[in-house]
C-alpha cells in the first residue's frame, strides 16, 4: 500500500482494476475534475503506483491497495483503509479485468467457466456487498465496466458477456433498491478498444482485412480509445448525472445498432 494520506471532507473515488488501461483512464479522468482516487490492483502494483504518480502529480491525492476479488475480506477491508484513509467512499468503479480466451460457447471449459464467474461475477458481487454501507453513508454512486457486446453479440465472445450481463443486472437492482439511500448506480458499455484486451484482438488475434471489417462495421467507422470510456464514466459518477441512475450507456461507435 502507498503512502498514507490526510482525510478529505469530500472522501473519494475507488476504482477497482485501476492499474489496467480502462481503470486508468477512469482514474486520470476523475483525478482531471479533482477527485482523490484509490486504485486497486491484484498483481500488477507498479503499473497502479504508476497511474497514482499521475495523479498526485496534478494535486490530487492518491492511494494504492491490493485486493483479491477471490478473497473473502479483501473487498471490506479495502473499504475499511479507503474510509480510514479520506473519510468517505463516495464513487465505486468496477473496471477489473483478466484476460479472456476467444472461444465458441461449445468449445468453453467448465474450468474457464468457473473462473470467469468466480474473478468477475461473484468478485464484483463481494466489492458491492462491502460497500454497499460506505456508500449509503455518502450518498454515492456505482459505476461498472461492462461491454457492448450484450447488445449484438460478437462471436466467441461468451466468457466477457455473460459475466457482465449479471453484472448489468445487479447494478439495475442496485439503482432500484438502494436509490432511497441517495446510492445511484450505471454502467458504461464500451464497445471495441485499442487497448488492452481489445488491442490483443485487433493487432494479433485477427489479420488486417477482418479488422478493417470490424472498423466498417462501427457506423464512426473507428475503434474507441480508453479516454473515450472515462470521459462517459466520469460524467456518470458527477454531480451533473445527479438524476440518472440504473442506466446502461454504450460507448461503442455506435455498433450495436
Aim: charged residues 25%; aromatic residues 6%; hydrophobic residues 45%.
Amino acid at each position: 500500500m502507498a503512502e498514507i494520506v490526510k482525510k478529505t471532507d469530500r472522501g473519494a473515488a475507488l476504482v477497482v482494476g485501476g492499474a489496467g488501461g480502462l481503470g486508468a483512464a477512469i482514474a486520470r479522468r476523475l483525478a482531471d475534475e479533482g477527485v482523490h482516487v484509490a486504485i486497486t490492483y491484484n498483481s500488477r502494483s507498479e503499473a497502479a503506483e504508476a497511474i497514482a504518480t499521475e495523479i498526485r502529480a496534478v494535486g490530487r491525492q492518491a492511494l494504492t491497495c491490493q485486493l483479491d476479488l477471490r478473497a473473502e475480506t479483501d473487498a471490506s477491508e479495502t473499504i475499511m483503509t479507503v474510509e480510514e484513509t479520506f473519510g468517505l467512499l463516495n464513487t465505486l468503479v468496477y473496471a477489473a479485468g483478466i484476460p479472456i480466451a476467444q472461444k465458441y460457447v461449445s468449445q468453453v471449459s467448465a474450468e474457464a467457466w468457473h473462473e470467469v464467474v468466480e474473478l468477475d461475477l461473484f468478485g464484483f458481487f463481494r466489492l458491492l456487498q462491502a460497500s454497499l454501507p460506505a456508500l449509503r453513508r455518502s450518498r454515492g454512486s456505482i459505476l461498472a465496466v461492462t461491454t457492448t457486446g450484450i447488445r449484438r453479440h460478437p462471436p466467441r465472445d461468451i466468457l466477457s458477456t455473460a459475466p457482465k450481463a449479471s453484472i448489468e443486472a445487479i447494478i439495475k437492482g442496485i439503482a432500484r433498491e438502494e436509490g432511497r439511500f441517495g446510492i445511484r448506480a450505471n454502467c458504461v458499455a464500451p464497445g471495441m478498444i485499442d487497448a488492452g484486451v481489445g488491442a490483443t484482438i485487433l493487432h494479433e488475434d485477427v489479420t488486417p482485412d477482418i479488422v478493417e471489417k470490424m472498423r466498417l462495421d462501427i457506423p464512426l467507422r473507428q475503434f474507441g480509445t480508453p479516454d473515450d470510456i472515462a470521459h462517459a464514466a466520469a460524467f456518470l459518477v458527477s454531480e451533473k448525472a445527479k438524476w440518472i441512475t440504473g442506466q446502461i450507456l454504450c460507448v461503442d461507435g455506435g455498433w450495436q445498432v
